[in-house]
């Protein structure tokens, strides 16, 4: 990576180590035992441990909701709770991935197995990563797919009896070593400000990454290569980072600004895609009134292809460290209704993606970050 960075002309390409969690799935099946013999579709989720190497054997309790949960935890020691919470949207139904185990354990619950949180399913689980308390019991979680979570739901009206056996080798093991990708096009005039674009190099061990978030990663290295090759070379600096662990919890982007907040007042903007690389409509932005009003007319440019909206609030769990502390932020706007088909999923694919659609991502994210970094004076931050 930093080889074929270098290659393609940008400067200061270099890594910084960061140590992250290192966690391993391993084999891992279930099967259910009553009312008759199936192979249910699991992934582990992130973070999660392993069963004992025989497996747990246990009946089933399913719940739509904690609320239902803690309402009938005279029922659930001993159970594998299974959850199949309706989908909202990803902000409210993830936290059913987070908190799921943690909750079961509280109650007794020997295991938890997730209704996978997406919007749209053809039998494919969806993983990712998920959070145990210190105080409670960690017990094994993986994701179902929602046509299994469905199923187990209207067994379980009918008042039928539900055994499965879990089996997952899932282990954590000590932090490994791992690097924020860096490079450059160094500032003609004030080399020491920073315009950042940036997206996720890490992936899930499903699939191949390449919606989440190879898309945001190779658009954010384009914009610096499209630049490059135009001989063009702004009044501040354009970077782009690739960060590593976003998916463990936003590690190496943390890591990153603790190691160079000392420098924030020299941070002009910050972006971040993560939520798909779809045909794009614009920029997501947060910043002053008058920040806005400046990227209202940057935007204005790309009104030839359809991407000018600038609309509030960006969305970039990686830059908003940043955005928390007042440096303007920017996350790509983009057509991606589908993006929770694939979130995660062994679905997540080149085939997801489109050249023409990440081209016009390319565009977007080399123009905005060209002319900020271009302009005569940083955005106002009042």
């Known amino acids: 990576m930093l080889k074929a960075m270098e290659a393609d002309g940008l400067e200061n390409v270099h890594g910084e180590s960061v140590m992250v969690p290192h966690w391993v799935r391993g084999n891992e099946s279930c099967t259910m035992l009553e009312p008759r013999q199936y192979k249910v579709a699991i992934m582990g989720l992130g973070s999660s441990v392993g069963t004992p190497p025989q497996g747990i054997k246990a009946e089933a309790l399913v719940v739509h909701s904690f609320d239902e949960?803690?309402?009938?935890?005279?029922?659930?020691?001993?159970?594998?709770?299974?959850?199949?919470?309706?989908?909202?949207?990803?902000?409210?139904s993830?936290?059913?991935?987070?908190?799921?185990?943690?909750?079961?354990?509280?109650?007794?619950?020997?295991?938890?197995?997730?209704?996978?949180?997406?919007?749209?399913?053809?039998?494919?689980?969806?993983?990712?990563?998920?959070?145990?308390?210190?105080?409670?019991?960690?017990?094994?979680?993986?994701?179902?797919?929602?046509?299994?979570?469905?199923?187990?739901?209207?067994?379980?009206?009918?008042?039928?009896?539900?055994?499965?056996?879990?089996?997952?080798?899932a282990k954590n093991l000590p932090d490994a070593k791992s690097r924020n990708t860096v490079a450059e096009i160094r500032g003609r005039e004030h080399p020491e400000q920073v315009v950042l674009v940036s997206g996720h190099l890490d992936s899930w061990d499903v699939g191949q990454g390449a919606m989440d978030d190879g898309g945001g990663a190779f658009i954010s290295w384009q914009a610096l290569?499209?630049?490059?090759?135009?001989?063009?070379?702004?009044?501040?600096?354009?970077r782009a980072v690739l960060w590593t662990a976003e998916e463990e919890g936003l590690v190496?982007?943390?890591?990153?600004?603790?190691?160079?907040?000392?420098?924030?007042?020299?941070?002009?903007?910050?972006?971040?895609?993560?939520?798909?690389?779809?045909?794009?409509?614009?920029?997501?932005?947060?910043?002053?009134?008058n920040a806005k009003s400046i990227m209202t007319e940057v935007l204005s440019l790309l009104k030839p292809i359809n991407a000018s909206q600038l609309l509030d609030h960006a969305e970039g769990g990686d830059v908003s460290f940043w955005i928390s502390a007042g440096v303007p932020g920017g996350s790509l706007a983009n057509q991606n209704e589908k993006y929770?088909?694939?979130?995660?999923?062994?679905?997540?694919?080149?085939?997801?993606?489109?050249?023409?659609a990440m081209d016009l991502c390319s565009a977007v994210w080399a123009v905005t970050a060209f002319v900020v970094a271009d302009m005569e004076d940083m955005l106002p931050r009042h």
Not at 71 to 88: L, M, N, P, T
Not at 105 to 122: D, M, P, Q, T, W
Not at 340 to 356: A, I, L, N, R, Y
Request: aromatic share 10%.
């Open 94 to 169: 993830v936290a059913y991935r987070d908190l799921g185990a943690d909750e079961a354990a509280k109650v007794g619950g020997v295991a938890a197995l997730i209704r996978s949180v997406a919007s749209f399913s053809i039998h494919s689980p969806h993983t990712g990563w998920q959070d145990y308390k210190d105080n409670t019991t960690k017990v094994p979680t993986a994701c179902i797919a929602v046509e299994d979570a469905e199923m187990f739901s209207r067994m379980a009206a009918r008042g039928t009896k539900i055994v499965l056996k879990l089996k997952m080798e």
């Open 252 to 289: 190496g982007s943390n890591q990153y600004y603790q190691r160079h907040k000392s420098n924030i007042s020299n941070y002009d903007l910050v972006m971040e895609s993560d939520i798909g690389t779809f045909t794009p409509t614009g920029i997501m932005f947060t910043g002053s009134s």
């Open 340 to 356: 929770f088909w694939f979130h995660h999923s062994d679905g997540d694919t080149m085939s997801v993606q489109d050249p023409h």
């Open 69 to 92: 949960l803690h309402s009938r935890a005279s029922e659930a020691k001993g159970k594998i709770i299974i959850y199949d919470q309706g989908y909202v949207n990803y902000g409210v």
């Open 225 to 238: 290569s499209l630049i490059h090759r135009l001989g063009l070379r702004p009044r501040r600096t354009l």
